[in-house]
Every structure is written in C-alpha cells, then in structure tokens.
C-alpha cells in the first residue's frame, strides 16, 4: 500500500488557484487520483471535487493502479454555496452526457470568470448549450479518453485500461499553458495527453465507436468482443456509413474504412468489457443514447438525411432505458 500525504483543506490558501472536477464516477475519480497523487509533482490541495449539496465535506478516497497499489487521498468535496468556487479556474465535467447541462450550467456564475471548462463525456450535443451559457473570458476545450477505470465502490476506482486522452479548444478564450501543462498529466503509461485542432473529427470518430458498440452491445446483452462476429457485420457497416454522411454535411470528413478498422481495433481491445450502455440498462439507468446516435440523427435532421439504422437504434434503446434525469445516478 502506498502512503501519500494528506492535506487537509485548512492548507489550502485563500488565494490558490483550484482545479475542480464534476461528477465523482469512475472517470471523474481517475483523473482525481491522475491529478494528485500520481502526478510527477503532486500538488494534493488545489485539486477539488465539486458536489451536489450546498455543504464542503471531505471523502477518502481509494485508488489502485495497475501495480495494484493502492493509493490512500482524502479529498475536499466542495458544496455549492462555498466561496472557493469562484477560485476555481478549469473544470473537468466528468459526469454523463445527459447530466452536463443540469449539472454544469448553474455552477457557471459562481466560478472564476476566467474558469475554464472541459468537458469529457461520451456522445456530442451539450456542448452546444455549454458553449452558449459562458461568460466571455471563460473558455472551453472538449476531449475524450479511453482510459478505463472500474468503480470497486463508490469511494475505490481500479485503473483497468490504458488508454489515449485527446483534447481540443472549442470556444471562448484558449486554455493557458500553464493549466494545459497540468492537464499533461492525464496520461496514460506510454500514451501521452494528444492534443487537436480542431477538435470535431476526433470527437466524431469517437462517436462513431459508441453509436456502434454501445446500443449493440446494450441490445444484445452482450460483452463488446462478440461484436466482431459475422452477424452484425452488416448492421455496423450501415451505422458506420449513416454517420460518415451527416458527418461531412456537418463539415467533418471521415474516412469509411479507417473508421471502421478503428470500431473494430476498439471491439477487439475491449473485447471482455460491457459497455456503458449495457451497464446503464443493466443498472436501470438512463443512457446518454440521445448523445450517441439520437445526436446523429438529430443533425440527420437538419441536413434532411434519412438514418434508419441510428433512428431505429435510438428507439430500441428508449424503450429499454430510464428516462433521462440528474437525480437517478
Ligand atoms: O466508451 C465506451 C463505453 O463503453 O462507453 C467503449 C469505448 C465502447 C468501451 O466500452
């Protein structure tokens, strides 16, 4: 067991700058732990997790790595009414797709006014709204990761895949080096943070790995490895060739085969993993299927194309799931 140094919240100066996180699920723990104690330079007391009730409270945490060991942190997690929200200047929103809007955009004004915001959910579409409801000197940069990590408990996350971090600014004021720096240490062991611009296409090639495996997955009851098999290789090329369509009238050019040699790569590397959307249906929880492929056929809309295979996807799934609502994670 590894012993790290607990700061407790009375060290934190007034005047410090903060980095929060919102959303305290596995991910949102990961990058606690990523960001604290398993940086280079661990900076314990200026990383905070932003909570639900209006009071500051302390949680220890667990985290254990892939040597299987196990870090000890106890974290601040701040309330709503606490005034160290205005010290905080970036925001990594870790919570689901359909909670960002809910979650995010009352917190808006009692940040920093320089806050910046990045926003690491599964799907697109929040960031839309997101985009909209900043002040002018608050930026925002949108990113996505495939790091992996598996909820113990609610207070122990298990890092259980490596995997690449990208990010890219979006809207507003661009991210000062300084805190892009920090954001460097989200890497994974040999995959370093990518940074893109523009940021789109890679969220549009994700987007095309989840409309795929996640409501297959979530429909058959299965793990994300018995995608490969023949039986859906025709169901994936269509949802594949659906999304490249609204992709380039959306001004994103994405190249059918690579992207669905990268579907496949990913069906294969997390062949023994149930997807989220499994798990959320699993679970009885909402899904973020009105990110994923309901974002498909959204902008399908728009540009007046038919998507019959995300349309009927989007669906199935709502027959299946919870409707959507903050307060049922
Ligand atoms: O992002 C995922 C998810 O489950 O949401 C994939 C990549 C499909 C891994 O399971």
């Given at each position: 067991m590894v012993k790290t140094s607990l700061l407790p919240?009375?060290?934190t100066h007034d005047s410090h700058r903060l980095i929060a996180i919102l959303g305290a699920g596995a991910i949102g723990q990961l990058m606690y732990h990523k960001l604290t104690v398993c940086s280079p330079t661990p900076e314990v007391d200026d990383v905070m997790f932003i909570g639900r009730d209006k009071q500051t409270r302390q949680q220890k945490l667990d985290f254990i790595n892939d040597k299987q060991q196990c870090h000890k942190a106890?974290?601040?997690?701040?309330?709503?009414?606490?005034?160290?929200?205005?010290?905080?200047?970036?925001?990594?929103?870790?919570?689901k797709a359909y909670q960002v809007e809910l979650a995010l955009i009352p917190l808006l004004t009692k940040l920093s006014p320089q806050c910046h915001i990045v926003l690491l959910h599964n799907g697109l579409g929040p960031h839309f709204s997101v985009a909209a409801a900043l002040a002018k000197h608050q930026g925002l940069t949108l990113g996505t990761t495939s790091q992996a990590a598996l909820k113990q408990n609610q207070w122990q996350v298990k890092h259980s895949?490596?995997?690449v971090t990208q990010l890219g600014h979006f809207s507003g004021p661009l991210m000062p080096t300084a805190l892009k720096m920090r954001l460097n240490n989200l890497h994974s062991d040999h995959q370093p943070i990518e940074w893109h611009q523009p940021v789109l296409p890679v969220l549009w090639q994700k987007l095309a790995i989840n409309a795929v495996i996640n409501p297959l997955t979530a429909l058959n009851q299965c793990a994300n490895g018995q995608l490969a098999a023949t039986q859906y290789q025709a169901q994936i090329a269509a949802i594949i060739g659906e999304l490249v369509q609204v992709a380039q009238?959306?001004?994103i050019?994405?190249?059918?085969?690579?992207l669905s040699a990268r579907v496949y790569?990913?069906?294969?590397?997390t062949s023994a993993?149930?997807?989220s959307m499994y798990q959320d249906v699993a679970h009885g929880r909402p899904t973020e299927i009105h990110e994923i492929n309901g974002y498909i056929c959204q902008q399908a809309k728009a540009h007046q194309l038919d998507v019959p295979q995300n349309q009927a996807l989007l669906e199935r799934v709502?027959?299946?799931?919870?409707?959507?609502?903050?307060?049922s994670t």
């Open positions: 919240p009375s060290s106890l974290a601040t997690i701040l309330g709503t009414e606490d005034n160290r929200l205005a010290q905080v200047e970036l925001l990594l929103v870790c919570v895949g490596f995997g009238c959306d001004g050019n994405l190249d059918k085969a690579a790569q990913v069906i294969a590397l993993n149930f997807s709502l027959r299946l799931s919870k409707p959507n609502n903050i307060n």
